[in-house]
């Protein structure tokens, strides 16, 4: 009951969203980015097909975290220029869509790397009052459920708005994949799809600042 009840207010937040949307012609802006820097990652795909599932209102971008330096608490006034584009990304984004591997039971090196500087300075944390959406796979069991628990436990300092339901932990990845790295499983478009809608909903909650 309770389950209908949130899909269903959040049906009707998304349907009133549309509407607003179609007036006013303003896409809802959506950054993704995944935790994988390789070409062939299960994760990058999952936001390649993440983005295929978005609706027409949205405007889904992807930042490749390739090429983001060690953070170094030195820099954080003046940082790279790659920071700065990333930071700016993040904030100019209604909400943010997170593709997490699962690397030794936690957040893989470059996403925590990219978190940490996009949480500094920490009264210019890009991240304050962001709806996310985390998603991930993994080719083990559990399907990065550990690293996403992580990475939530992270959030609750960085005051961000994370979505709890669903969980998308997708295991056994070369299952739901097909050589192309095109995602092929029913359920977990669906999941992928409802996050979505739950994400847009919080946006309307949470609206940018
Ligand atoms: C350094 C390293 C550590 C890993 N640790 C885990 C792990 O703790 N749990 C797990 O399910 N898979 C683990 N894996 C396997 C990953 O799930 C798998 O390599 C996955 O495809 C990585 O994501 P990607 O395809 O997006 O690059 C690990 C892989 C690497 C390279």
Redesign the pocket.
């Given at each position: 009951m309770g389950r209908f009840v949130e899909n269903y207010v959040g049906e009707i937040v998304l349907s009133l969203m549309l509407f607003k949307g179609l007036l006013m012609s303003e896409p809802i802006r959506i950054l993704g980015f995944?935790?994988?820097?390789?070409k062939?990652?299960?994760?990058?795909?999952?936001l390649r097909a993440a983005g295929e599932l978005m609706p027409e209102n949205v405007m889904f971008e992807t930042f490749d975290l390739e090429g983001i330096p060690m953070f170094n608490e030195d820099l954080i006034a003046q940082p790279p220029q790659i920071v700065k584009d990333f930071k700016a990304k993040i904030k100019a984004a209604d909400a943010v869509l997170i593709?997490t591997?699962?690397?030794?039971?936690?957040i893989?090196g470059v996403l925590k790397n990219a978190i940490d500087w996009a949480s500094r300075p920490y009264i210019e944390n890009v991240l304050d009052g962001k709806p996310v959406a985390i998603i991930g796979?993994?080719?083990?069991?559990?399907?990065?459920s550990?690293?996403q628990y992580h990475l939530r436990q992270c959030f609750v300092f960085l005051n961000v708005h994370t979505i709890n339901k669903p969980e998308v932990m997708i295991?056994n990845?070369m299952e739901k994949f097909d050589v192309d790295r095109k995602l092929q499983d029913k359920k977990t478009k669906e999941l992928i799809g409802q996050l979505i809608v739950n994400l847009i909903a919080l946006t309307e909650i949470f609206p940018k600042h």
């Amino acid at each position: 009951m309770g389950r209908f009840v949130e899909n269903y207010v959040g049906e009707i937040v998304l349907s009133l969203m549309l509407f607003k949307g179609l007036l006013m012609s303003e896409p809802i802006r959506i950054l993704g980015f995944a935790g994988s820097l390789r070409k062939s990652s299960f994760n990058r795909a999952l936001l390649r097909a993440a983005g295929e599932l978005m609706p027409e209102n949205v405007m889904f971008e992807t930042f490749d975290l390739e090429g983001i330096p060690m953070f170094n608490e030195d820099l954080i006034a003046q940082p790279p220029q790659i920071v700065k584009d990333f930071k700016a990304k993040i904030k100019a984004a209604d909400a943010v869509l997170i593709a997490t591997p699962e690397y030794n039971y936690s957040i893989p090196g470059v996403l925590k790397n990219a978190i940490d500087w996009a949480s500094r300075p920490y009264i210019e944390n890009v991240l304050d009052g962001k709806p996310v959406a985390i998603i991930g796979a993994s080719t083990g069991m559990l399907g990065t459920s550990r690293a996403q628990y992580h990475l939530r436990q992270c959030f609750v300092f960085l005051n961000v708005h994370t979505i709890n339901k669903p969980e998308v932990m997708i295991s056994n990845a070369m299952e739901k994949f097909d050589v192309d790295r095109k995602l092929q499983d029913k359920k977990t478009k669906e999941l992928i799809g409802q996050l979505i809608v739950n994400l847009i909903a919080l946006t309307e909650i949470f609206p940018k600042h």
